[in-house]
């Protein structure tokens, strides 16, 4: 049986940039759990694993400073430090050589599997062997390209090829192995690729395999992502949620303030196609809870400060592991929730824009002044955080979805109490490097009454100068 694993992770992931700019490649998170944990996982609960070395470089005391010592995992995790990350992975694997003297299992920590058979490589057994390749089957040639595949003789791989431009076969290299020491001897003695100028691990194994040592294959199964760019971090975090999207819970939180004509609108239009329709009511003076509680809402009332502390007080209470927030007036409707959700699958926020005109019911309040004032600050908003690419055309939009995980992650920076609570929420996405996308919706003219915020230019001048004075100070501490 195989005691113990060891996961490089000391790679810059340059490729991954901005992602990568400020936590190294392993700590990117999928479904709230950065990748290095997910593999640490893999290790202990299908391998058996607990005694686990990680190989840390670029950013190193981020990644001791999350796993620790790793008692807290129910494994006990040793560092071996890298100084030159640039120098390749094989090099890095050498640095263990002193340490791991009998057989052990390798996964690369900036990988992303899902319900996958590791166990079955750290059960892998021949009377003689020197290395063992994770593999699988995949109709998805640019993936094969990007990683590599072997060529296969009888029971054994015959050769293996990184990064091949010519794809003759469907099985797709993945970064899962079991190595025996003979593995360090093999990387001392294979030349530097002539693409890189770096020893390839892939080359090293394929020294074993040309050598006739036994190098076998083992067949995962599953879903297997190699996080290179920020393209793969996306496709990873699109195929995670799509293959559990089914199990989360959505709740819609819903402010209200002396709705009680329209409440019972809103909260009919989204029941049934949600978990939770939750009113969040701040002591409204009319019967803005009974009318909720009548339709069939969860309902708290409360007594806070304003818009955005309602707000705030939903998305905290709200059971749902996907949060939605809309207006009491019913100006935004259910018929746009699949959008939400669909896009939700590819970002971790999903904002609506009101300033589409054909999408503007007439006599809703989205005059041409406040609708290019929403996208005139919005551009402010993205010139200012130009660097992660946002495109944001209505910083006042209050239709918008986001993940539990990723609100607990900008949760602690929302202070705002007003209407720029709004913006606020889109800026800490942004600076927390999360996923925002901004999608077009349906804006009604509200049921009843008039926005308490732009009725009118005075309350449209007022709410705009929050939102810069919130916006400015955000980026540049003003």
Known sequence: MVKRGLVPAAGAGVRAYPATNYIPKVMLEIGGKPLILRTIEILRDQCGIKDIFVIVGYMGDVIKAFLKDGSQLGVAITYIDCV??????????????????????????????????????????????????????????????????????????????????????????????????????????????????????????????????????????????????????NDAHYDYRSMFFKT????????????????????????GKVDEVFVVDNSSKDGTREAALRAGARVETVSLKGYGDTIRHGLDHAQGD??????????????????????????????????????????????????????????????????QEPRFTDVGCTYRAIWRDAYAKIRDNLTATGP????????????????????????????????????????VTKTALKMLGLIFRKRLGL
């Open 322 to 387: 996907i949060l939605i927030v809309v207006e009491a007036d019913h100006s935004f409707k259910a018929k746009d929730l699949g959008k939400f959700l669909e896009y939700l699958k590819d970002s971790d926020m999903v904002i609506g824009t009101r300033t589409t005109r054909q999408m503007v019911e007439q006599g809703a309040n989205m005059k041409g002044a406040l609708r290019w004032g929403n996208v005139f600050v919005g551009k402010i908003v993205e010139a200012l955080w130009w660097g």
């Open 248 to 271: 989360f819970k959505t709740s819609v939180v819903v402010p209200a303030y002396n709705e009680e004509e329209s409440i019972a609108s809103v909260v009919k239009d989204f029941a």
């Open 84 to 233: 030159n990350p640039s120098s390749g992975l094989a090099s890095g694997l050498l640095l263990a050589r002193d340490t791991l003297r009998e057989n052990f299992v390798t996964i690369l920590g900036d990988e992303l599997y899902l319900n996958t058979n590791h166990a079955a490589i750290a059960s892998f057994a021949r009377e003689k062997f020197s290395a063992a390749c994770g593999l699988m089957r995949t109709g998805d040639f640019k993936t094969i390209s990007k990683n590599y595949t072997v060529r296969l003789s009888g029971d054994r791989i015959a050769s293996l090829e990184e990064k091949p431009e010519r794809i003759e076969s469907d099985i797709l290299g993945c970064g899962t192995y079991l190595f025996t020491p003979e593995i360090f001897r093999a990387i001392e003695r294979t030349k530097p690729s002539k693409k890189s100028g770096k020893v390839e691990l892939t080359d090293a194994i394929n020294t074993l395999a040309k050598e006739g040592s036994g190098v076998y294959p083992v067949f995962l199964d599953g879903v297997y992502h190699n996080i290179n760019s920020v393209e793969d971090y």
């Open 420 to 459: 720029e609570f709004s913006p606020e929420m889109m800026i800490e996405i942004l600076r927390a490097r999360k996923r925002i996308i901004e999608i077009p919706v349906t804006y009604y003219k509200r049921l009843t009454g008039t926005s308490k915020h732009s009725e009118n230019y005075f309350k």
